[in-house]
């Protein structure tokens, strides 16, 4: 597994982690926002600034062509297999970073630094790398885990509400996998909270419950399955979102396919109906409203590409309760147009 670093300082952090490598050896890639993070983040390493790929912000921009961007930045700076390359950012650049990483003289070394909530607490997280293509999402990917990942918390409080939000997503679907206590508290939480110091013990508790998942089964033959949950119909949500050109974060959809599923989940395996409504109406509290009924049939398409599908029809992770999981199952067409008409 990676190993995962929280800091207060991740300059210094990458200090000690670069000190021995050349600076023609180290490679970074950032988007438009998060390359300005870059001065502070090396200011204590011998870094080129021509050794940096820029990216386009955004999951539309999660394509073939930004991987070339970053394969092309590598090939014309003369990188090699004992280079490293530092990917700066939210969920895509360390999707697009460990992608192109991974692939690149058919692997270099790779650390991420997440600077968005989701990236922090999964994206970045357990080696998961790809991008969409024909409008699907993560269609192209490889498990690659990452040298090492750098949290430092302090990056969110750059962070808007809704990006905050987004990741929060991702921090409910860990409560519904770990516990009632953990996804109490989440579900207490106010968002302004978001950036207050007793938030970094719920961060690093996702951490733990995704890393620990993760190393027991990391190219998901079976357990890690789990963490799919709310991503089966959220990222056929996100995937609509892009074409209908209003995109929705990524943990804007999932939070939406939390909901969808949680309501599989009641229907197929008797899970606890009060805790459906509670985290329906956390949702709805705090994530854009999103009618999905008028889409139905555009996104069970979506969902019938989807890569967990072994078999014809649509594989969903489901809950019989907190804590409690059913892999591989296989739902109605009807079952599922009425789930996402609960949304």
């Known amino acids: 597994m990676e190993s995962i670093i929280f ?27 998060t390359v300005g993070f870059c001065d502070r983040l090396f200011e204590k390493v011998d870094w080129i600034p021509s ?12 394509s073939l062509e ?9 090939s014309k700076r003369g990188a090699h297999r004992s280079s490293i390359l530092v990917c700066v950012g939210g969920g895509v650049v360390t999707d697009l970073g460990g992608f192109a990483a991974s692939t690149f003289k058919r692997g270099i070394r790779c650390v991420n630094v997440p600077t968005t909530l989701l990236a922090q607490v999964d994206a970045s997280l357990g080696g998961k790398t790809g991008f969409n293509f024909n409008g699907l999402k993560n269609e ?33 679907k860990h409560g519904l996998l770990s516990d009632r206590e953990y996804l109490t508290r989440l579900l ?11 938030f970094l013990e719920l961060i690093r508790r996702s951490v733990a419950i995704k890393d620990e998942i993760v190393s027991q089964d990391p ?6 399955k789990v963490l799919n ?19 929705l974060l990524h943990g804007e959809a999932v939070a939406l396919g939390l909901v969808a599923e949680l309501y599989l989940s009641v229907r197929e395996k008797g899970f606890p109906e009060e805790t459906y409504r509670e985290v329906w109406d956390f949702i709805k509290r705090y994530y854009p409203n999103y009618p999905l009924i008028d889409h139905v049939d555009t996104l069970y398409g979506l969902m019938l590409h989807d890569k967990k599908n072994e078999r014809r029809g649509v594989n969903f992770t489901l809950l019989p309760g907190i804590g409690e999981y059913s892999l591989d199952n296989y739902c109605s067409k009807d079952l599922v147009v009425e789930a996402l008409s609960q949304v």
């Open 7 to 33: 800091t207060t300082d991740a300059s210094l952090v990458l200090a000690e982690l670069l000190g021995g490598v050349r600076h023609e050896d180290l490679f970074i890639v950032a988007d438009k926002h």
């Open 51 to 62: 050794h940096v790929a820029v990216l386009d912000c955004g999951e539309e921009y999660k």
């Open 66 to 74: 930004s991987v070339s961007r970053i394969w092309a930045m590598l």
């Open 140 to 172: 192209i990917g490889t498990f690659s885990i990452p040298e090492k990942v750098i949290i430092d918390v302090h990056f969110l409080s750059h962070l808007p509400v809704r990006e905050r939000m987004s990741g929060f997503a991702e921090m409910i």
């Open 188 to 198: 207490n939480l106010e968002y302004q909270e978001t950036s207050s110091e007793d």
């Open 219 to 224: 190219r998901e033959q079976g357990l890690r």
């Open 229 to 247: 949950f709310g991503h089966t119909i959220g990222h056929a949500i996100e995937s609509l979102s892009i074409m209908r050109g209003a995109t």
